[in-house]
């Protein structure tokens, strides 16, 4: 059974992350911004003034300045995101098991990514994208850490409880 959740688990692994690629750095992007110097993209891409695209999206949900599915997407599509990385990152590498460091590794995941993205061209760089997925990086953590989840994948201590 623990060697077919393992496969499970790297199959499944193996599909989000090339989803998480698409999405991330392949989706539907246009290069309006190309004859920008890289200086002047980032000026215009980027946020970095915390919860202002949040609030954004949230006052046009309930005004209806924007088309509703827009801000559902993007909310919700950040929040969601990384809510998978909080369960496979601790189960894949063993040492980022406790929150501390899990919460430093996504943080410097998250960046790495927003940076990629801002500097290709290929999205913005924006600090609530950051808060979003980090938020459902913690959830998705706090469910790897549940007993229900530990017991259905077998980690070490309970199968060194069991053989003692």
């Known amino acids: 059974m623990e060697r077919l959740i393992k496969v499970v688990f790297s199959v499944s692994f193996v599909f989000y992350l090339v989803a998480l690629v698409i ?9 309006l911004w190309s004859d920008l110097s890289l200086m002047e993209y980032v000026k215009s891409s980027s946020n970095f003034l915390p919860f202002k695209t949040i609030s954004t999206y949230i006052t046009a949900m309930f005004d ?9 997407k993007n ?18 590498a063993k040492r980022i098991n406790k929150v501390r460091t899990f919460t430093f590794s996504m943080m410097i995941l998250l960046l790495v990514i927003e940076v990629i ?3 290709t061209r290929l999205g913005s760089l924006d ?3 950051f808060i979003l997925n980090m938020v459902g990086a ?3 953590f706090s469910i790897w850490k549940a007993n229900v989840v530990q017991k259905l994948v077998g980690t070490e ?8």
């Open 23 to 31: 999405l991330l750095f392949l989706g539907s992007r246009s290069l």
């Open 127 to 129: 600090i609530d994208d």
């Open 117 to 119: 993205q801002v500097v």
């Open 75 to 92: 909310l919700f599509g950040n929040f969601i995101l990384f809510l998978p990385m909080g369960i496979y990152l601790p189960y894949f």
């Open 157 to 164: 201590k309970q199968r060194k409880k069991r053989l003692a």
């Open 138 to 140: 913690l959830i998705g």
């Open 64 to 72: 209806g300045s924007m088309n509703r599915d827009i801000p559902i």
